[in-house]
């Protein structure tokens, strides 16, 4: 599955995974205005063994087909006591 995705301007560490280039028409225009302006990080052949630095292939693979997009937000900051 072809993957296509986008960083956000004006959210740190916050990608839009699409399957297709430039279409938006399946993200809610709510999400599209907090993510703000999207720039092309990257493309790439998404199979279930390919690794990702933060999702399961499988569940970025489901939400594309389900959803037409997956959302990436950075991680949560752990407080160390």
């Known amino acids: ?24 028409s399946t993200v809610p225009e709510a999400l599209m205005r907090l993510f703000g302006k999207a720039s092309l990080a990257l493309e790439f052949e998404l199979t279930p ?19 037409g997009f997956y959302l990436q937000m950075p991680p949560a900051n752990e407080t160390l006591i």
Not at 1 to 19: G, H
Not at 49 to 67: F, G, I, T, W
């Open 1 to 24: 599955m072809k993957c296509f995705v986008y960083r956000s301007e004006r959210r740190a560490d916050t990608y839009l995974y699409l399957p297709r280039a430039d279409d938006f």
């Open 49 to 67: 063994a390919r690794k990702l630095a933060q999702a399961e292939p499988r569940q970025v693979m489901e939400s594309l087909r389900e959803q």
